[in-house]
């Protein structure tokens, strides 16, 4: 079992929806990440948070809103989503954001838009 | 230009094969990390191995082993005697950047499928 748990693992919404996507983790880790995945492609940078703090914003639409409560939760809070949005959102922990450090993702919350 | 190219996108062997993926990387920092991660169709990433910039030790672990060669800025990963178990998306990615401002960039990935 990941020890990143990520829900829902499947979201159906509409484009008018309002939605939050979770991810926690009990690891003792200060820094959390969102990628993006689409078919048959790598996983895509969106959002690094570092100690609670949004250190990184991939240029990522803004309905696309990350949240970081506390050091052991990363939320993304979405509104207003288009088709092209349906993908795989995996959530990543690691100790901190040095570079050495190994992410530990999730199994990744599939989302689709209709 | 990629940073991270993994040339192999799908290769497909029999089980009990040998088999090396390649990954070729590109950066202009000193101090860098190169990542192996697993992807099962499960879509959870697995974390296998990670190397720094200054160490080119070479390292197997059980079934694996990886060949980082900065004179060709390489990072190959073989697995010996393939197992069915061994099927799924392999990624090379590479940490770059410094500070609080790493980011982990990955190549386009290798879809493994290991027959029985």
Redesign the interface.
């Known amino acids: 079992d990941?020890e990143v748990t990520q829900t829902p693992k499947h979201l159906v919404m509409g484009m008018t929806n309002k939605k939050s996507l979770k991810c926690e983790q009990h690891m003792g880790h200060r820094a959390m990440y969102w990628y993006k995945q689409k078919a048959?492609?790598?996983?895509e940078?969106m959002f690094?948070y570092?100690y609670e703090k949004l250190?990184?914003n991939e240029s990522v639409p803004s309905r696309f809103s990350p949240e970081c409560p506390n050091s052991s939760l990363l939320n993304l809070h979405l509104h207003a989503l288009q088709p092209e949005d349906s993908a795989?959102y995996?959530c990543?922990s690691s100790l901190e954001?040095?570079?050495?450090q190994?992410?530990?993702?999730?199994?990744?919350t599939?989302l689709s838009i209709l | 230009a990629q940073k991270v190219t993994q040339a192999q996108t799908e290769i497909s062997v029999v089980e009990k094969e040998d088999v090396t993926l390649d990954c070729v990387y590109e950066t202009r920092d000193t101090?860098?990390?190169l990542?192996w991660?697993k992807q099962p169709p499960?879509?959870?990433?697995?974390?296998l191995i990670?190397r720094?910039s200054f160490d080119e030790q070479n390292e197997i672990s059980g079934r694996y082993s990886w060949n980082f060669q900065k004179s060709t800025s390489s990072f190959n990963f073989t697995i010996t005697a393939s197992q069915v178990v061994d099927s799924a998306v392999y990624?090379c990615a590479l940490?770059?950047?410094?500070g609080?401002?790493?980011?982990?960039?990955?190549?386009?990935?290798t879809l493994l499928t290991v027959n029985p």
Not at chain 1, 40 to 43: D, E, L
Not at chain 2, 42 to 47: A, I, K, M, N, Y
């Open positions: 990941t048959k492609k790598p996983p940078l690094v570092s250190s990184i795989l995996l990543a954001t040095g570079g050495y190994p992410q530990h993702f999730g199994d990744g599939r | 101090t860098y990390y990542f991660y499960s879509g959870e990433l697995v974390f990670r720094n990624f940490s770059e950047g410094g609080s401002n790493y980011k982990l960039t990955f190549g386009k990935g």
